[in-house]
């Protein structure tokens, strides 16, 4: 009677939870190591996607689905951010300074010289200028690849926590940890304080969207239209204002906070929604997009990848595909599943099973359009089997129950 009831109760759950599947954080941390799970940084080129991490550099070309160790030259493996240009990799670390690769990540070599504080906060890059904030307070700007850096520093406007950089025009934007938001518009040589309408100075975070720049911090959002001289806040909804991270996609903007989670904008941040189905860590770090992909670093759960699509952001083709092409049974499961697949495998698949607290249980690649998969270790209850077949993405679920 017992198991009639639990089959019964776990039945339910699963067809009233169909949605999960959908509009979720799916973890991807195939090839991340345990000591790399503090994910601080993203950075995209074509289809290379960087992550740089507590435990170094990690490189992926599939979007996430596999990550590869890339730390060979590095002295410090505390990443805290990496910026592209070309076929130039620089990364910031946090203790070593400043580090570039030419071949994509392969090899690095240290870029230090000028560099007195190298507790490296932030980087950017404009046409061939890299600019570097430190922890120190310190600015620094390099025209030469980083061979040689000139310090910048911000004067009067002294703050220990230069936290993040964005460039528009000959406009530098610094937001600083404890002074809110400085501006430059003579790369460095003089700095003006622009925080009229900001509640708090505590600033993690700033990004340029049209003729709006947007900051996130202890404060919450901020959005400014007049480069920076008034700020207005923009907190609806935001259940958590400690800001870490901001992207923009469109109109869309995600904002990852300290304990909150991921929210998202679709109105100019006048509205704001969580949106954290799925995700077993909610101090996010960092963010980044790319192939129609939402991508989210965590401060102990690692990466974690979303579609786009799943958000209601419609312009982004739909990869993923849930329909008789993709076939489990039988359900429920007391010990293996049978998949099967009905479409040709022209290119290397693999089939990945996670539970609800996004554990995987399973990863292996199949061979053939029908596999039976063990699940004999596998404890009571509902289950999400990803199927990665090239650039296409087949989802299900399955109830375990014994």
Known sequence: MKKVLLISTLIIIFLLSNEFIFAQWIPYNNGIIANAKHVFAFAISGNNIFAGTGGGIFHSTDNGDTWVEKNE????????????????????????????????????????????????????????????????????????????????????????????????????????????????????????????????????????????????????????????????SKTTGLTDTSVNRIVIYGNNIFAGTYRGGIFLSTDNGNSWSAKNEGLTGLFIRSFAISGGYIFTGTDTSGIFRAKLSDFGIEDVSDEISNNDDFILFPIPVTDKIQLKLNFDLSYKSRVTIFDCLGKEWLSQVINSNRSELNCSTFPNGIYFCVVKCGSKVYTGKFVVVK
């Open 73 to 232: 030259g590095l002295t410090s493996l505390l990443i805290s951010d990496i910026a592209i240009s070309g076929n130039n990799i620089f990364a910031g670390t946090y203790g070593r300074g400043v580090f570039l690769s030419t071949d994509n990540g392969v090899s690095w070599t240290e870029k230090n010289n000028g560099i007195n504080n190298p507790e490296i906060m932030t980087l950017a890059i404009s046409d061939i200028n890299i600019f570097v904030g430190s922890e120190g307070g310190d600015f620094y700007i390099s025209n030469d690849t980083g061979n040689n850096w000139i310090s910048k520093r911000t004067g009067s406007l002294y703050y220990p926590y230069l936290n993040s950089i964005v460039i528009s025009g000959n406009h530098i934007y610094v937001g600083t940890g404890g002074g809110g938001i400085i501006l430059s518009t003579d790369y460095g040589n003089n700095w003006s304080i622009k925080n009229s309408g900001l509640t708090n100075y505590w600033i993690n975070s700033i990004i340029i969207s049209g003729v709006s720049v947007y900051a996130g911090g202890q404060g919450g959002i901020f959005c400014s239209s007049n480069n920076g001289d008034s700020w207005t």
